[in-house]
């Protein structure tokens, strides 16, 4: 943690390192290490790199890491993403596998949100396959196992969630790594309150989560909505705003408990004077936050390969994180 000026520039690693210690811990008495297997299926830098920077964290943590390399991954003169089902149906049937993740994107949404669907949710440990995106929607904390295995969202709600610990029977339904990763840094910094009940414990926060991406942006709006916040989602031409508070009265519900999205007039600059938290993941390099258009006092996340905020996010932002990818990575290890 290093401090300069107003605000504090917090890095990752204390964060990352309570789980680390958490994840060495579930390994010691395992009967042997996991073995997580990543596809990479084209030569993108960004994925390149993430595949190296997960095998040095599997390595450090004694977790079997095997990078399975196809398409224009392992050869130039085939086509990104070629084999890369293949890939995924192999690893789901191999038994001496744990775990699979797959460096996105390759093909587009549409075609990459296929592939997640192909991956076993038994091993899916980027919490990306449709079970779980309908439980972390529908605010359905905890699974039974056996449920995995039908093609349909369970029927029946597991008993209310009371603590982080799931109930006999049950294991808690996996959450993306990186939304996930947002709310542990925010637990870290305080954002959320230890003193109210499990699942409001954002209550009382307004935050603003810029880029609407299926894959960070709208999952992490749902989730800290979820847990009480006010939280206002704002892509390229709207900005929608999540609670989990609905307008209608609460005996016209029903279905599990969860958040809902309404449509707001308020532009960027006013959603921004609200918030006590800014989260922006956009992946361009010229996008920028305006600092003076920040509250006082706010925690700020960068999420994007890019940084988001401007040089002086400092002056007005109370805490800063330009980066969070050593806290992803164990929330993925922690899934194996």
């Known amino acids: 943690m290093a401090s300069e000026g107003k605000g504090v520039l917090l890095k990752a690693d204390p964060i990352a390192n ?11 008495s395992s009967p042997r290490p996991p073995r997580l297997v990543g596809i990479l299926a084209t030569s993108a830098a960004p994925s ?3 595949a190296e920077f997960t095998k040095k964290q599997c390595d450090a943590l004694g977790v079997e890491f095997v990078l399975r390399k196809v398409g224009a991954a392992a050869d130039e003169t085939l086509a990104p993403g070629e084999g890369v ?7 789901n049937e191999d038994d001496g596998v744990d775990g699979i ?9 549409q075609q990459d949100h296929y592939l ?14 449709f079970k779980f995106h309908y439980n972390l929607y529908h605010n359905i904390r905890f699974l039974e196992p056996k449920t995995l295995a ?18 006999a029977g049950y294991v808690k339904s996996i959450l993306p790594c990186t939304p996930l990763a947002i709310v542990k840094c925010l637990e870290y910094t ?6 109210l009940p499990y699942g409001d414990r954002a209550y009382g926060k ?3 989560v810029i880029n609407r991406s299926e894959v960070v942006g709208r999952p992490l709006a749902a989730l800290l909505a979820n847990d009480g916040a006010r939280v206002f989602s704002v892509d390229i031409d709207t900005i929608q705003e999540y609670t989990k508070r609905p307008r209608q009265s609460a005996d016209e519900r029903k279905f599990h408990p969860h958040h809902v999205v309404h449509p707001t007039a308020l532009s960027l600059q006013e959603c921004l004077a609200l918030s006590d938290v800014v989260v922006s993941a956009v992946p361009s390099a010229a996008y920028k936050v305006k600092t003076a258009w920040l509250k006082d006092g706010c925690v700020c996340l960068n999420v994007a390969a890019d940084k988001n905020f401007e040089a002086d996010v400092r002056e007005k932002a109370s805490v800063y994180l330009p980066t969070i990818g050593k806290v992803t990575i164990m929330m993925l290890l922690r899934n194996l």
């Open 18 to 28: 309570t789980f680390r210690d958490e994840i060495k811990s579930a390994l010691a």
């Open 116 to 129: 997640q669907q192909i991956v076993s949710p038994y091993k899916d440990v980027e919490g990306l396959h």
């Open 190 to 195: 305080g954002v959320y309150n230890k003193i």
């Open 150 to 167: 039908s093609s349909l969202p369970a029927t029946s709600s597991a008993p209310p969630a009371v603590n982080d610990e799931p109930p």
């Open 101 to 109: 993740m797959v460096y996105y994107p390759i093909f587009g949404v």
């Open 48 to 50: 390149k790199f993430y």
């Open 206 to 208: 307004t935050v603003t």
């Open 85 to 91: 089902e293949e890939a995924i149906i192999e690893a």
